[in-house]
């Protein structure tokens, strides 16, 4: 069973940094694409930062040169190394790990962790 565990959300100031943690149990299929998305209430949860097993990245536009995305693809691990927060940044972030769409395969999401971010 595949499983996703998060970490390394928190209450930090504006301006401050945070590092989100997500470690993926279970045999999963190596070509994958793990992603970090954030939702506010009344909102569809939206994509954050997300990286490739080959190693590309994408971001959001309204994160890109403040946040960046790592992973360890033998460990299962992807982080999302938060810098220069704003309080719009404020949300739950969810792990996600999901497939190529011609392998079928399900999606799994993390169970969440809260970053908020005020002075």
């Known amino acids: 069973q595949v499983q996703l565990v998060e970490s390394g959300g928190g209450l930090v100031q504006p301006g401050g940094s945070l590092r989100l943690s997500c470690a993926v149990s279970g045999s999963i299929f190596r070509i994958n694409t793990m992603g970090w998305y954030q939702q506010v209430p009344g909102k569809q949860r939206e994509l954050v930062a997300a990286?490739?097993?080959?190693?590309?990245?994408q971001y959001a536009d309204s994160v890109k040169g403040r946040f960046s995305i790592s992973r360890d693809s033998a460990k299962n691990t992807v982080n999302l190394q938060m810098n220069n927060l704003k309080p719009e940044d404020t949300a739950v972030y969810y792990c996600?790990?999901?497939?190529?769409?011609?392998?079928?395969?399900?999606?799994?999401w993390g169970q969440g962790t809260q970053v908020t971010v005020s002075s």
């Open positions: 996600n790990l999901n497939f190529p769409s011609a392998f079928r395969l399900p999606s799994y």
């Open positions: 990286i490739s097993s080959g190693g590309i990245t």
